[in-house]
């Protein structure tokens, strides 16, 4: 379940500082590289995406476009994705010199990686702040930046917290004048983007700041069994009334899951000990399933990787949608 892409010979288009990631793939290094170097490593460097109108028979309104690139692993060209004239290519070279530039050199690149066949690319650079949530939960920030080479994303720039002992990445809007996130669309160009994405990511650390001071307020909320079984329900939806299909099962697996992540009994990874019996444990619960404990439809394992890297803006609305749930039970406690 990575959804990584991978070439002809087995190389893996992804790169991670210090530790492998959970899916034990791609290349693991140490200390501190440069842009270039990160995409070197990462697969990522001298794509050459470039648009070759697609040539039709008869008449047409308006011309449409092949995305090609040079495939890194063998050389040949790849068709990536089909767009209009307005649309800008973005190379993965200026991506990552984007990323880069935000933070004015001052983070270090920490992964790097290609899915969905390469219409999709990624970077994270860590920004170098510990957020302490509790007495031990520890939760870094790092700047992540994505794009698509087929149309479907725009160039992205995200402050994004992850929990360090599930790495389960938690994207929340936080008050409005603290925003996390920056898109640009791709019919406009980076050059002069650059100070309203600072400006937007509010990189002062202004967002870990008050990331940190709303969570900390859910850790000092206790949270029981019983209330947590009434979020369930409030956030998974009721138990159904008949057992159509084996509804009942279902429910009540996903039912003892949760209770299980938030109870640190269950069968996966012990994740909340720290955390157990608080609001924050909570919130940690249900998005710790979102990322790490749902099946793939059809067995396409592309999108469960994408939303657990947090570029996924269902999902991360989804997540949104449960702060403010366990928010409200938290007030009301």
């Known amino acids: ?31 501190e590289l440069t842009t270039a170097e990160m995409l070197d490593l990462s697969y990522l460097s001298g794509w050459n995406v470039h648009l070759e109108e697609i040539k039709r028979g008869g008449r047409t309104s308006k011309p449409k476009f092949d995305v090609l690139r040079t495939n890194p692993f063998d050389g040949e060209l790849d068709a990536l994705g089909i767009v209009a004239e307005r649309y800008k290519v973005v190379q993965n070279e200026e991506l990552f010199a984007f990323g880069d530039s935000i933070l004015a050199g001052g983070g270090t690149w920490e992964t790097a990686g290609s899915i969905k066949d390469g219409t999709q690319v990624f970077g994270s650079l860590s920004i170098g702040e510990d957020i302490i949530i509790g007495d031990e939960d520890v939760t870094k920030l790092y700047l992540l930046v994505n794009t698509s080479h087929d149309g479907s994303t725009a160039v992205m720039a995200s402050a994004t917290p992850t929990r360090v002992v599930c790495q389960n990445t938690l994207n929340f809007a936080l008050r409005k004048d603290v925003k996390q996130q920056f898109k640009m669309r791709h019919t406009q160009t980076i050059e002069g983007r650059m100070a309203a994405a600072r400006e937007a990511l509010s990189l002062s650390f202004a967002y870990s700041k008050e990331w940190e001071r709303e969570m900390n307020e859910l850790f000092r909320v206790d949270c029981t069994k019983q209330t947590f079984d009434k979020m ?102």
Do not use: C
């Open 1 to 31: 379940m990575h959804g990584l892409e991978i070439g002809t010979r087995g190389q893996v288009a992804f790169a991670s500082r210090l530790e492998p990631a959970w899916h034990n793939l791609g290349t693991v290094f140490d200390g």
């Open 232 to 333: 369930i329900s409030m956030i998974e939806g009721e138990r159904p009334d008949k057992d159509v299909k084996g509804s009942f099962k279902k429910w009540d697996d996903k039912r003892d899951l949760l209770m299980g992540i938030f109870t640190d009994t269950g069968d996966g990874p012990k994740t909340t000990l720290s955390t157990a019996g608080t609001m924050y444990g909570a919130l940690n619960a249900f998005t710790e399933r979102i990322d790490w404990y749902r099946m793939p439809r059809s067995g396409n394992v592309d999108n469960l990787f994408e939303a657990a890297s947090g570029f996924n803006d269902v999902i991360n609305k989804e997540k949104n949608r449960i702060l403010q749930i366990v928010k409200g039970f938290a007030l009301a406690a």
